[in-house]
């Protein structure tokens, strides 16, 4: 695996525990050699994470928006940036450079954009695997959403198996890798 792109919030929550797991995240990715492909912002987790890589020798991959990046959000120094048009732009260029997503704790941009790049997979437009960081069961509502989801029948069992959820960044890393 040679790069992951991680979505998550643009604020840092109100648990310190959150930007922790972002620092965590960060860590393991530059102890295995992944790099990071992110939104581009220098704000929030986002900014945080971007951040950690970079401060540890780490390779990280901004891509932002122009509208984004007029409005003062911009990357964070030492990356490789990549400017474009607009958001549909930014997700499909983010998701041509990584090989598997990963959603840390965020909002509706956050689950936005893992949920596009799941469904990406679901429909088979790329076989990339897809996973939660579940930092202090952050995602523990959603996760019994989509457990109701399925058995009301608009998701298919087999198919919430294409999400992998972990709580610890290395687990979710290696269980990530046994899907590629």
Not at 24 to 43: K, P, T
Not at 59 to 81: L, Q, R, S, W
Not at 95 to 100: R, S, V
Not at 170 to 178: M, Y
């Amino acid at each position: 695996m040679r790069n992951i792109v991680v979505y998550c919030g643009a604020n840092m929550g109100l648990d310190p525990v959150y930007a922790v797991g972002a620092r965590d995240f960060a860590s393991e990715l530059v102890s295995q050699n992944i790099g990071l492909v992110y939104g581009g912002g220098n704000r929030g987790l986002m900014g945080l994470i971007a951040t950690a890589v970079v401060a540890s020798g780490g390779k990280v991959t901004a891509v932002i928006p122009e509208h984004i990046n007029n409005m003062g959000a911009g990357y964070v120094d030492g990356c490789e940036f990549h400017l474009v048009a607009d958001m549909h732009a930014r997700k499909k260029k983010m998701a041509d450079l990584a090989d598997a997503a990963v959603a840390l704790p965020g909002g509706y941009g956050t689950l936005e954009e893992i949920f596009e790049f799941l469904t990406w997979t679901q429909l088979k437009i790329h076989r990339k695997p897809c996973g939660l960081l579940n930092t202090a069961n952050y995602y523990n509502d959603l996760i019994r959403f989509l457990y109701r989801s399925s058995v009301e029948g608009f998701i298919p069992f087999d198919n919430l198996g294409l999400l992998t959820i972990e709580d610890q960044p290395n687990k979710l890393i290696e269980a990530l890798r046994r899907r590629l």
